[in-house]
């Protein structure tokens, strides 16, 4: 029987394509313990490094004594900043423009950075060795607030820059400064607070957190003294990117380096940027000829690798008595750590967060932020977001609640009145983005409608009068969350790293018989690409998803891409994958023609081949066609069936959501119990409904541990507090609330199938809703805001505080 008399409804489900709830195809080798980790690769003559690490936050090294190292048996080579030097390898690049010590060269900056690097034959040799190094350290002024970095009695953190006046963007106002940007109309901001009747201004900080992946940063660096080649393995994020950065550091030619980046356990930004690690195994492995494995430890990761957030964000928002926006002003104070590590594009050193408009119709704005240097570990990455989003989603987010509360108005209505409107996209920010489409009242009204707000509501107000008759020890909050994401980071007028545009890429090969292989750049660290790459093939190729091989993180096999991070594997991969497939349809197209007898324009596409216009029963499958590309090409036409295509997007997407978080909190202990918790999500074109949710599950309890009890605190002396999962909250399936998600789909208009991204909106509007909630709940007892995290500790302290 020809294929194509099979029912329509037959042959889309044998497909299993975009929308369909497809099984992940990873899960098989995961679930058995068979997935291939860096710390599962063995190599021949593998030896081992590790790093001495300082005690201190700050202090200058007197000495370095690593004769007893040495002499241990088995003990291959110690590095020191002083081995690096003729090598020009003890500084590297940042890719915010900064320069980062890979060894202390000198003093160090943060507590446990790197000061040498052993290398031995196995793990337990080299952890004796680290222990017979002696440092001579003296010590010095700390500083760990970044509110006096620029006093004028602050200690001078980085002396190798502290002349220098001007930084990679722009003047500095002081050796600790590190750079100011502004965006907006500042005349006209300043015009609109000062003809504004209600006005709120509030200090709101975004602790610092930190990604922390179940599977620690490593690599395992092999160089071929022969070949003159040099293999990385590694928890690569974006391959082509480390490949790029070791070749400029190395003096290796990029086409001798071969990156691989194995199956990763989470990224969430952690494994975006370049560390110490990879540089020092790459010189170990070029001195010692031999396989360096290098594997941080857990308590490692989270004290020096790159953290997230630490914003401090002064918000002001003017506004009618009515209720409506006619101003916001932002001022940042950007907490950037020892070094400008921060993994954004290259013009913009505060990422996107000038995304802090919102979902809102603002007429006028201003932001300004000032990065700072402290005595903290370097960084800045996007933890489960894009460039900052999470920081200006929770920024708007609480200051829209902060203005419902001083107007008396319900925050939800007033997210209503201010909304950008449907028939306004696409719309162009105050700040400077152009949204490409939403029906952001839409979305509210159908999440409002599914939770029953009214009644929630009354609810609420009902607890509280029981509350104050001495009835209940629990108070009731609601948090409201609507949040715009701006993900696909890509247009190459705006988005670079390094210089290299940030476009995305796909290359498809159709064998024969008709089975698929497909390459990327970009790269899964638990996102379920392999799955639902193939789901885009098989829908815009009509070949079934279980017949197409998806590969990716291999540098030498997959086209040049800048990986995964950002929510832009769907938005910039996802197109390129889209379009690779359209090149292969153009050609499969003039194929069938040519096996038909008919003209190409007398053709159409029907689900997995071409029917004749008109005569139906002349048609052609894809697998036939494949099989003629190899054996019957038309006359004048090459043979085979691929294409690759770099996508450089028009335009950034942008995904929303309305998020409401039901909370109770006993004031007696500050234990905060999730009753409800609702997530409406559109990220246009739905590839996978399974996987969204799963994405949506996963960035949900990760904005709960966020917002709830997750954060690296400093002590006065610098001393990293919460550097091990006994102080760092990560939450269980015992703590971790049941999550209700939905939907609506506003499809982008200027991308190939209409999606826009889902993996990072959780985090994004979940932190709000979580936090919302808490001041939701002690609002009425006249506690204004109250900042993250929100453990039960601070919670019983603020009842406590408040006469509760």
Known sequence: MNEMTLTREAREARLEGMGCKRKRVEDIRFTQGKGTYVDDVKLPGMVHGDFVRSPYAHARIKSIDASKAKALPGVLAVLTAEDLKPLGLHWMPTLAGDVQAVLADGKVHFQNQEVAFVVAENRYITDDALQLIDVEYEALPVLVDPFHSMDADAPILREDIADKKTGAHGPRKHPNHIFEWTVGDRAATDEAFAGAEVTIKELISYHRTHPSPLETCQCLASFDKIKGELTIYGTFQAPHVIRTVASLLSKIPEHKIHVIA??????????????????????????????????????????????ARDYHMTTEIAATRAGRVTGLRVHVLADHGAFDACADPSKWPAGFFNIVTGSYDFPAAHLAVDGVYTNKASGGVAYRCSFRVTEAAYCIERAMDIL????????????????????????????????????????????????????????QKARQEAFRRGETREIMGIGVSFFTEIVGAGPSKNCDILGVAMFDSAEIRIHPTGSIIARMGSKSQGQGHETTWAQIIATELGIPADDITIE??????APYGLGTYGSRSTPVAGAAIAMAARK?????????????????????????????????????????????????????????????????????????????????IDVDTGVASIRRFYALDDCGTRINPMIIEGQVHGGLTEAFAIAMAQEISYDRTGNVMGASFMDFFLPTAVETPKWETDFTVTPSPHHPIGAKGVGESPNVGGVPAFSNAVNDAFAFLGSGHLPMPHYPWRLWQTARRLGA
């Not at 008919?598 to 005569?615: A, Q, T």
């Open 262 to 307: 194995p199956d990763i356990g989470g990224g969430f930004g952690n494994k975006v940027g370049a560390y110490a690690g990879y540089i020092c195994s790459i010189v170990a492995t070029i001195v010692t000829g031999l396989p360096v494995k290098w594997v941080e430890d857990r308590m490692e990761n989270l004290s020096t690798t790159s953290f």
């Open 404 to 459: 419902a509360q001083k107007l008396g108005m319900d925050p939800a209505e007033l997210r209503m009145k201010n909304f950008i409107r449907r028939e306004q996209f696409p719309y162009q920010s105050a700040l400077g983005w152009e949204y490409d489409s939403g029906d952001y009242h839409l979305a509210m009204q159908r999440a409002m409608d599914t939770i029953g707000y009214p009644a929630l509501r009354a609810e």
């Open 552 to 557: 990716e993180g291999n540098t030498d096999t």
């Open 584 to 664: 292969i349809r153009s050609k499969a197209q003039m194929i069938a023609a040519h096996l038909l007898e008919v003209s190409e324009y007398d053709l159409e596409w029907d689900i997995d081949g071409f029917r004749v216009k008109g005569n139906p029963e002349r048609s052609k499958t894809m697998k036939e066609i494949a099989w003629a590309a190899y054996n019957a090409p038309p006359p004048g036409l090459e043979p085979g069936l691929e294409a690759v295509n770099y996508y450089d997007p028009p335009n950034m997407t942008y995904p929303f959501g309305a998020y409401f978080c039901v909370m109770d």
